[in-house]
């Protein structure tokens, strides 16, 4: 193929122009994130291999190398890993598949501060080069292909870019950095390597620099032709615990998050039994930015024996944990079998559950915790990621009662933030009282000021205030909680049984007969707009309330289907 030019797909160009305007006060990461797609190039090699050795072509030494060249001005980053066939380097690298990047680009315009960890999240890492250079040349060939069916990629990073088939004798791929004027701080061994030792230390495949000697007649630093590594390229869990400080788990997370605070909590195990594997699983301490976006990356990896398989979220965590972070490394997965076979593997499937379990006992440490310290984890843990456990209510039948422990509600006595446990609420329920009480609204003000809640604020009942959107939809997979069921009062004729003296029920009844006159002429007048009209005893201040049949949809959860156009 003689050079041919393409343009760049629209979004490509937008991502261009923000990541450069952007995150230039963040340069650096550019390195992080070339050095993160050829170690992910070697891991992709090595998967490819496990059924086609052929592939490796007897250079079984997987390697990243940075060099620099001071008078051309380049940097480059290399890899001898699975490469590019000339229609991936034109897709790969001139079109943005996934989704998440409308909210990426919406993060870069918006006025939130800009977030140069986002750009590894949402996979647009490659374009990050341009940051520092103004003109980016790939020169690579795919393991398997042969030498004339190298390929070279080039562009200004504007428009277009241009793409010729070239010889190339080793399989991977350089990506060549023209750095831009003022960027020559990167032609250095110095910067680069404090910049991988800050980023990528923990990568596993080796990142390999050449040495540098001092030269005494020109009293400046020469570079050798020995090379040397310069990450750890361990992978931190098949260390034993006691040889890995906190420190380092927290870098390690933070390489893998792309988050730049500490992570919340921690924990690394050896599983043996009818399953062996290795787990260090994270709980990041905020929410990330897409949540709420179900096609949304997985977060956690699982390697067999060191290599890489896969990070298919839904088949390693359950989707109300796809928060968590971390690494599983299974030692008796078998290495050659296809991603889809391993989705289905009762192996899989057991590390998902003991996998877990972990994260819901780390969870419940906190939670349970005698530590002021630990409770306030629980409790920023509960206000970033508090609306996703709810989902597992009902959706992880299995964990459903450990689940409930761990839910966090606001109530009539303690409205400040979702504080108050299920368990809790039955540590004060009053004498004579069976239910637990709830009412469901958008806002907290609006379920605070709700008249269906007059006579419980007489009779000082506790009531809990739900206004997460997932509440009404949790409650209905969650009935009751040792034995007390969840009762909405905002519901048919809420029955507050022993709760009321004698005395209380006769003069309810007794209104109720003289108010009826008056009852039957409302009737007659909504007709058809309502489905009963009754005197209540529930209200204390307010003259009327509307409530829904015990057994038909709250008025809340009715307005949000309808928001929803259903
Ligand atoms: P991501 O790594 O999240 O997929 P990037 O923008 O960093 O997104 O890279 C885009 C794609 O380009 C990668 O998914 C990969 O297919 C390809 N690519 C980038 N660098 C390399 C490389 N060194 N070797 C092989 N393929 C690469
Ligand atoms: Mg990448």
Same mark, same amino acid.
């Given at each position: 193929?003689?050079?041919?030019?393409?343009?760049?797909?629209?979004?490509?160009?937008?991502?261009?122009?923000?990541?450069?305007?952007?995150?230039?006060?963040?340069?650096?990461?550019?390195?992080?994130?070339?050095?993160?797609?050829?170690? #992910?190039?070697?891991?992709?090699?090595?998967?490819?291999?496990?059924?086609?050795?052929?592939?490796?072509?007897?250079?079984?030494?997987?390697?990243?190398? %940075?060099?620099?060249?001071?008078?051309?001005?380049?940097?480059?980053?290399?890899?001898?890993?699975?490469?590019?066939?000339?229609?991936?380097?034109?897709?790969?690298?001139?079109?943005?598949?996934?989704?998440?990047?409308? =909210?990426?680009?919406?993060?870069?315009?918006?006025?939130?501060?800009?977030?140069?960890?986002?750009?590894?999240?949402?996979?647009?890492?490659?374009?990050?080069?341009?940051? /520092?250079?103004?003109?980016?040349?790939?020169?690579?060939?795919?393991? @398997?292909?042969?030498?004339?069916?190298?390929?070279?990629?080039?562009?200004?990073?504007?428009?277009?870019?241009?793409?010729?088939? %070239?010889?190339?004798?080793?399989?991977?791929?350089? %990506?060549?950095?023209?750095?831009?004027?003022?960027?020559?701080?990167?032609?250095?061994?110095?910067?680069?390597?404090?910049?991988? @030792?800050?980023?990528?230390?923990?990568?596993?495949?080796?990142?390999?620099?050449?040495?540098?000697?001092?030269?005494?007649?020109?009293?400046?630093?020469?570079?050798?032709?020995?090379?040397?590594?310069?990450?750890?390229?361990?992978?931190?869990?098949?260390?034993?615990?006691?040889? %890995?400080?906190?420190?380092?788990?927290?870098?390690?997370?933070?390489?893998?998050?792309?988050?730049?605070?500490?992570?919340?909590?921690?924990?690394?195990?050896?599983?043996?039994?009818?399953?062996?594997?290795?787990?260090?699983?994270?709980?990041?301490?905020?929410?990330?930015?897409?949540?709420?976006?179900?096609?949304?990356?997985?977060?956690?990896?699982?390697?067999?024996?060191? /290599?890489?398989?896969? #990070?298919?979220?839904?088949?390693?965590?359950?989707?109300?944990?796809?928060?968590?972070? @971390?690494?599983? #490394?299974?030692?008796?997965?078998?290495?050659?079998?296809?991603?889809?076979?391993?989705?289905?593997?009762?192996?899989?499937?057991?590390?998902?559950?003991?996998?877990?379990?972990?994260?819901?006992?780390?969870?419940?440490?906190?939670?349970?915790?005698?530590?002021?310290?630990?409770?306030?984890?629980?409790?920023?843990?509960?206000?970033?990621?508090?609306?996703?456990?709810?989902?597992?209510?009902?959706?992880?039948?299995?964990?459903?009662?450990?689940?409930?422990?761990?839910?966090?509600?606001?109530?009539?006595?303690?409205?400040?933030?979702?504080?108050?446990?299920?368990?809790?609420?039955?540590?004060?329920?009053?004498?004579?009282?069976?239910?637990?009480?709830?009412?469901?609204?958008?806002?907290?003000?609006?379920?605070?000021?709700?008249?269906?809640?007059?006579?419980?604020?007489?009779?000082?009942?506790?009531?809990?205030?739900?206004?997460?959107?997932?509440?009404?939809?949790?409650?209905?997979?969650?009935?009751?909680?040792?034995?007390?069921?969840?009762?909405?009062?905002?519901? @048919?004729?809420?029955?507050?049984?022993?709760?009321?003296? =004698?005395?209380?029920?006769?003069?309810?009844?007794?209104?109720?007969?003289?108010?009826?006159?008056? /009852?039957?002429?409302?009737?007659?007048?909504?007709?058809?707009?309502?489905? #009963?009209?009754?005197?209540?005893?529930?209200?204390?201040?307010?003259?009327?309330?509307?409530? /829904?049949?015990?057994?038909?949809?709250?008025?809340?959860?009715?307005?949000?289907?309808?928001?929803?156009?259903?």
């Amino acid at each position: 193929m003689t050079k041919q030019t393409h343009a760049f797909q629209a979004e490509v160009k937008q991502i261009l122009h923000l990541v450069t305007h952007s995150l230039y006060s963040n340069k650096e990461i550019f390195l992080r994130e070339l050095v993160s797609n050829a170690s #992910d190039a070697c891991d992709k090699l090595r998967f490819e291999a496990i059924n086609n050795d052929a592939l490796f072509g007897g250079d079984t030494d997987l390697a990243i190398r %940075i060099r620099f060249d001071k008078d051309a001005r380049t940097l480059t980053i290399s890899d001898n890993g699975i490469g590019m066939s000339a229609e991936e380097a034109a897709s790969h690298l001139g079109t943005i598949a996934r989704s998440g990047t409308r =909210e990426f680009m919406a993060s870069l315009e918006g006025e939130q501060k800009k977030d140069a960890q986002l750009i590894g999240q949402f996979g647009v890492g490659f374009y990050s080069g341009y940051i /520092v250079a103004d003109r980016i040349t790939v020169e690579t060939r795919r393991a @398997g292909l042969p030498a004339d069916q190298g390929v070279r990629w080039s562009s200004e990073g504007t428009g277009e870019f241009d793409l010729e088939t %070239i010889p190339r004798e080793q399989r991977g791929t350089d %990506i060549i950095l023209h750095l831009r004027e003022g960027e020559d701080e990167f032609l250095s061994s110095w910067k680069i390597k404090s910049v991988v @030792g800050k980023y990528s230390d923990h990568i596993s495949i080796p990142i390999l620099m050449r040495e540098e000697k001092w030269d005494e007649e020109k009293s400046e630093y020469q570079l050798t032709d020995t090379w040397e590594t310069i990450n750890k390229a361990s992978a931190l869990w098949t260390r034993s615990k006691s040889d %890995i400080t906190p420190e380092q788990y927290q870098e390690f997370y933070k390489q893998i998050s792309y988050d730049q605070a500490d992570a919340l909590a921690y924990t690394h195990n050896r599983v043996e039994g009818r399953s062996e594997y290795t787990q260090l699983l994270y709980i990041p301490a905020k929410a990330p930015m897409d949540l709420w976006n179900r096609e949304r990356r997985g977060g956690v990896k699982l390697y067999v024996k060191r /290599v890489f398989i896969m #990070d298919d979220a839904e088949a390693l965590m359950p989707s109300y944990l796809r928060f968590v972070k @971390g690494v599983i #490394d299974s030692a008796d997965l078998p290495l050659n079998v296809s991603r889809e076979l391993l989705q289905e593997s009762r192996d899989v499937k057991a590390i998902r559950e003991g996998s877990t379990k972990r994260v819901l006992s780390m969870l419940e440490a906190l939670a349970d915790s005698e530590s002021a310290d630990d409770k306030a984890k629980y409790a920023d843990f509960w206000t970033e990621f508090g609306a996703v456990i709810k989902e597992g209510v009902g959706e992880d039948f299995a964990n459903r009662e450990r689940l409930a422990k761990l839910l966090r509600f606001a109530s009539t006595k303690h409205d400040a933030g979702q504080t108050v446990s299920l368990a809790d609420y039955v540590s004060r329920m009053k004498e004579g009282q069976k239910a637990i009480y709830y009412i469901t609204a958008d806002t907290l003000a609006a379920a605070k000021s709700s008249p269906q809640l007059e006579i419980f604020r007489q009779k000082d009942l506790e009531v809990l205030l739900l206004t997460d959107r997932v509440d009404e939809w949790m409650l209905s997979h969650l009935f009751e909680f040792e034995g007390h069921s969840l009762t909405s009062v905002a519901k @048919g004729s809420v029955d507050l049984g022993d709760l009321q003296d =004698e005395a209380e029920k006769k003069q309810a009844e007794e209104s109720a007969k003289a108010a009826q006159p008056l /009852v039957d002429r409302i009737k007659t007048a909504l007709g058809d707009r309502v489905k #009963d009209v009754r005197a209540t005893s529930r209200l204390v201040d307010s003259p009327a309330c509307v409530v /829904v049949a015990d057994h038909d949809m709250s008025a809340h959860l009715a307005r949000l289907l309808k928001q929803a156009g259903q």
